[in-house]
C-alpha cells in the first residue's frame, strides 16, 4: 500500500523591512554648505524612501560644527540614542569623514553599533560595518580623514600668521572697552571710563578685591551684564591692547582633533603691531602698572591691603605641596577661634592632597612662638626679627627657621575643644538645660530638665527598665544624673510621680500641658521630698513613699521560685560551693557569718 504524506498549509513569510536612517553633516556655516546639506538631506529623504525594503527613520543633520569631536554634535548624539533605544536598524552616511574625522571615535562608534544590532553604511567607500573586513578598512580610511584635518588645520594656521606678520589680526575679536567698526577699533566711551577706573585705583594702591567690590556696590557689569570678578580685571590690567598696540598670536590651539587653546608662552612667535588704534590708557601708566603687579606678586598676601594680615602671614609653609599657610576665622560653640590651614585645600588639582592634616589654631601657634624666642607674651617685632619662616611638616608640629640658620621644632597640639568649652560657656549652656524643656527630642517628656536634685544641683534623666508589676513589662524611673551614689537622692516612679503631680495641681488626671504651663521645676532632696515650684512663686512639698510591688505568692510562683536554684546549679558547682564554705568556716571560726 502507497504511503501519503499529509502537507500542512503554511502561511507566507513576510520580510521585515529595515529601519533606515541617515545622518549628513558640514563643518562650516556658510551659504555654499548650506546648499550642500540640503542636497544631502534631500538625497536621503528620496533614496530610503523609494526603496521597498526599507522604512524611513528620518535624517539628521549637524550644521557648522566639527567632526573631530562628538560632544557638541547634537544630532550625531540624538541619532546613537535613537540606535541604542531600538529606533534604528541601518544608518546611511555620504563618507567617512562626515560620520567622523577622528580614528578613535568613529571606530568607538561603529563598534557600538555593531554590538546592539545596527549597521553604518558609507557610501562613497561603499564599506559596510558588517562585512567581515569592514573596520579594517574604516581604520585605514578613518586615519587619512583624520590627517586631511590636520592637514586643512595647518593650512588655516599658516594663514593666519601670514596676516598676523602683515599686522592683520585673526577676525574681530571682542574686547571691552572698543567696538569694531569694519576694519577698525573704535572707543566706546562709557566702557572707556571703566577702564581707565580700574587702572587709576590700582594705581591708588587699590586691590583688585576692592575694585571688584566698589564695582558691585555701584551696579557696574560688563559688557554682558555679568558682575565683575577679579579675573576680568586682571585681564583689563594686563591687556597691552589699551595702549593703542596690538600683540598677536597670545594663545593658540596646540592639537586640531582636541581643540585645546593654551596661552603662548614662548612656543610659538608674537607680533606686536605698534599704534593699531587709539589709545585709552598710555604707556607709561601701563608699564608701571606691570612692574607694580610684579612687585605685589613677589609680596603676596601682605600687598594686598583688603586682607586682614599679620605677621605670620607668608611665613607658614607646607614642605610637602609648597603652599602658604591661610588664615581663618569662625566662631564655635559661643567661642571665636582662630586657625591656620594649609592652601591646597582651597585649590585644586594640586597633586593629590595635602598630606598635612589637621589645622593649627591661633593660640597654639603663638604659645610655640613664645617658647622658641623665651619670651612670657608673644611680641609680633621680636618674632619678625627672629624669625624667617616656619614648616608644618606634620600635624600640630612646627619647624622654625631662624634667621640664625638653626632649625627648632615645637609642638602645637589642637585645644580647641578645651579653649572653647569656658566655665562661662558650661553655666550658660547649663542654664539654657534648665530652662529650656526638650519636649521635641526623642525620649523627652513634660518632666525632662524640670525634676532638679537639691543635694548637686543636677538634671533628673529618665530610664526605662523592666518591672514586673507593669502590664507592659517595663516603667520609666528618673534618677540624678550624677548618681545616687554621688549624692544620695532616690529615684522616682514615673507613673508615680503623675500621680502626684496630679493631685499637687489639683486634677483627676495628669496633664502634661498643664503641668507645663504651671509648674517650673520639681526639687527632690535625701528625705524622699518632694517641693513643686510653680510659675507664680507657690511652692508645694510632698513626701515620697513607694514600696516596691510584688506579685502574690501563688502556687505557680513558688514552685518556679524553688526550681530556679536547682536550674542555675548542677552537682559539681554544689560540691566546690559545700568545700567553699567548709573553708572559710575552719579559717573564720565562730565569727564567719559577721564577716
Known amino acids: 500500500m502507497r504511503k501519503i504524506t499529509r502537507i500542512e498549509p503554511t502561511a507566507p513569510v513576510v520580510k521585515q523591512k529595515r529601519r533606515v536612517a541617515a545622518y549628513a553633516r558640514v563643518s562650516m556655516d556658510t551659504e555654499r554648505l548650506q546648499h550642500s546639506l540640503s542636497a544631502q538631506i534631500s538625497y536621503y529623504n528620496d533614496k530610503i524612501q523609494k ?115 602683515n599686522g592683520i589680526p585673526n577676525g574681530h575679536f571682542r574686547i571691552y572697552g572698543y567696538r569694531w567698526e569694519g576694519d577698525e577699533l573704535l572707543i566706546v566711551p562709557e566702557e572707556a571710563a571703566v577702564v581707565r577706573r580700574i587702572f587709576r585705583n590700582f594705581l591708588d594702591g587699590k586691590s583688585r578685591l576692592e575694585t571688584e567690590r566698589e564695582f558691585a556696590e555701584e551696579g557696574i557689569t560688563t559688557r554682558d551684564g555679568c558682575r565683575w570678578v577679579d579675573s576680568n580685571i586682571k585681564k583689563v590690567l594686563t591687556n597691552c591692547t589699551y595702549t593703542g598696540d596690538l600683540l598677536l598670536q597670545k594663545e593658540y590651539i596646540s592639537d586640531p582633533i582636541h581643540k585645546k587653546r593654551r596661552q603662548n608662552r614662548g612656543e610659538l612667535p608674537q607680533y606686536f603691531v605698534p599704534e593699531h ?33 599679620c605677621c605670620f602671614t607668608g611665613r607658614m609653609k607646607c614642605p610637602h605641596c609648597g603652599c602658604s599657610y591661610m588664615h581663618n576665622r569662625r566662631t564655635k560653640n559661643g567661642s571665636y577661634q582662630e586657625y591656620w590651614t594649609c592652601g591646597s585645600r582651597k585649590k585644586k588639582k594640586v597633586g593629590d592632597g595635602c598630606p598635612v592634616s589637621g589645622s593649627i589654631s591661633q593660640k597654639a601657634l603663638e604659645k610655640a612662638c613664645m617658647e622658641v624666642l623665651g619670651l612670657e607674651g608673644f611680641n609680633e617685632e621680636a618674632f619678625l626679627a627672629v624669625v624667617d619662616h616656619i614648616e608644618v611638616p606634620e600635624s600640630y608640629t612646627l619647624d622654625f627657621f631662624l634667621k640664625d640658620g638653626t632649625v627648632v621644632r615645637k609642638a602645637a597640639p589642637n585645644t580647641g575643644h578645651q579653649d572653647c568649652w569656658t566655665p562661662e560657656y558650661k553655666a550658660k549652656a547649663s542654664a539654657y538645660r534648665r530652662e529650656h524643656a526638650a ?117 505557680e510562683r513558688r514552685a518556679s521560685f524553688a526550681r530556679k536554684p536547682r536550674r542555675s546549679f548542677t552537682e559539681e558547682e554544689r560540691k566546690a560551693a559545700s568545700e567553699r564554705m567548709k573553708k572559710l568556716r575552719k579559717e573564720r571560726g565562730s565569727e564567719w557569718r559577721k564577716r
Not at 590708557?281 to 602698572?289: G, H, K, P
Not at 526623642?442 to 529618665?462: M, P
Not at 554621688?486 to 500641658?513: I, N, Y
Open 51 to 165: 526603496n521597498p525594503e526599507w522604512l524611513f527613520a528620518g535624517v539628521y543633520a549637524d550644521n557648522g560644527i566639527s567632526g573631530t569631536g562628538t560632544a557638541k554634535r547634537e544630532e550625531f548624539n540624538r541619532l546613537i540614542a535613537d540606535c541604542e533605544a531600538g529606533k534604528i536598524d541601518l544608518v546611511l552616511t555620504k563618507s567617512i569623514s562626515r560620520f567622523a574625522r577622528n580614528t578613535v571615535d568613529l571606530l568607538e562608534t561603529v563598534r557600538h553599533l555593531k554590538e546592539i544590532g545596527v549597521e553604518v553604511w558609507f557610501e562613497r567607500e561603499n564599506i559596510r560595518s558588517f562585512d567581515g573586513d569592514g573596520e579594517l578598512l574604516l581604520s585605514i580610511l578613518a586615519s587619512f580623514a583624520q590627517e586631511e584635518s590636520r592637514s586643512i588645520s595647518e593650512n588655516c594656521k599658516w594663514g593666519i600668521r601670514k596676516r598676523f606678520e
Open 277 to 309: 588704534h587709539e589709545a585709552i590708557i598710555d604707556r607709561e601708566t601701563f608699564r608701571y602698572v606691570q612692574e607694580e603687579m610684579e612687585r605685589r606678586k613677589e609680596l603676596g598676601a601682605l600687598a594686598n591691603k583688603s586682607l586682614n594680615t
Open 439 to 555: 519636649m521635641g527630642k526623642k525620649g523627652a517628656s513634660c518632666f525632662t530638665s524640670k525634676i532638679k536634685c537639691a543635694e548637686c544641683g543636677c538634671n533628673f534623666r529618665g530610664h526605662t527598665q523592666r518591672s514586673v508589676s507593669s502590664e507592659s513589662g517595663r516603667m520609666k524611673h528618673w534618677r540624678c544624673s550624677s548618681g545616687s551614689a554621688v549624692c544620695g537622692t532616690p529615684g522616682l516612679r514615673d507613673d508615680l510621680l503623675r500621680k502626684l503631680a496630679a493631685e499637687v495641681m489639683g486634677t483627676e488626671v495628669f496633664d502634661e500641658e498643664r503641668f507645663l504651663e504651671q509648674v517650673d521645676r520639681i526639687v527632690v532632696n535625701k528625705e524622699k521630698e518632694l517641693t513643686f515650684v510653680f510659675c507664680d512663686g507657690r511652692e508645694v512639698t510632698r513626701a515620697w513613699e513607694y514600696k516596691r510591688q510584688m506579685p502574690p505568692w501563688s502556687k
